[in-house]
């Protein structure tokens, strides 16, 4: 018990220092793979013609997660593409916990009740992709039934006490009345849910991006239900911006350092998937080198209007960083969902 609270203070403790002191990153992005098993209205990445041939093996990933770990990252965010089409995903993640990274994982859920054994013991945060309710969800990612994964990917999270499932749900053209549908969800399986809005990548989903009166209505609604209880865990701050179109000023270069599944480090991508600066392949980066240069300063002024996107990560940590952590330890079930397990 005293070990897991001193591993935790002192992973809390390397996390603010890197946060307000130094001002380099400390949420590290990895793609294991760019492959995906659904065709979603509102994505493009299932384009990706790269196979597992040019993603990085385990052994890079151990390389990189240890390099980037004495640079002060310490929560690991695996995305993609599709992460559980890797099939040494939980050793990738057990890495990751043997050197102390909290670990968090973006996913379909469509392959989870099959492989959630070896994957949920591994991970601290499980964030669960929705578009929509029911036959809604189903629909809008071209695949009957994964509704119905998602919701038993979080029932099986309950064998796993510690990980935080959250349900990330889009809010699309044809969703914008579906809001109490989710929040109600998420309260009746005892979890966490983030609303975001969808953004526009040209010539692709232009139909399903929800117009700003639209936004108004479903984040004027989203702010009403959090009011009432429903939980909701986007800090108030972030659901104005959301409801109303507001620009913020994004953090996220500053806070944060990507690897993709070929093992290229970047700074952040616009929703299609531009990276939006490079940093060349993860054996030749520096990171103190880098992060203390002037080239890197310049990035991350310059991103600061950027505005390109509106996750929720992006969003609650945008303006003031100090302020967005404050918020994370205060709510309790942000807390959970940034403090590593102890143990
Ligand atoms: C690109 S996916 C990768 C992880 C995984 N395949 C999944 O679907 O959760 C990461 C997140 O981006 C969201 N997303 C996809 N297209 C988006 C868009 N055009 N604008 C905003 N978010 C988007 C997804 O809903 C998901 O929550
Ligand atoms: S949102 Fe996720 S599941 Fe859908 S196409 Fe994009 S990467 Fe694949
Ligand atoms: S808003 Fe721009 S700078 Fe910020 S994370 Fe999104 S793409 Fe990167």
Known sequence: MAKGLIKTLQWGVSLARNALITGRPFLLYLKPTARCNLRCDCCNRWQSEDGPAEELTLENINQLLGKFWKAGCRVLTLWGGEPTLRSDLSDILSAAKAIG???AMCTNSYLLPRHGEAILPQLDVLLCSLDGYGSKHDELRGTPGLFDRVVESIE??????????????S????TVDQVDDLAYLAQRLG???EFFPISLIAGYNDEIVPPAGHLETAFGRVIELKRKGLPITNPDRALQIMRTGASFSCNFPQIAISVDHRGEVYTCEDPAGNQLHGWGDHQQFEPGEV?????????VTHLKQCNLCRLPCMVELSGSIMRGLASAFVSRKLWRSWLPSGG
């Open 101 to 103: 990274f909290r670990t």
């Open 156 to 169: 099986l999270c309950t064998a796993y006490p510690s990980c935080h499932p959250k349900i990330w749900a």
């Open 171 to 174: 809010i699309q053209r044809d």
């Open 191 to 193: 979890v966490g849910i």
């Open 291 to 299: 992060f203390s240069s002037p080239e890197w300063r310049q990035v």
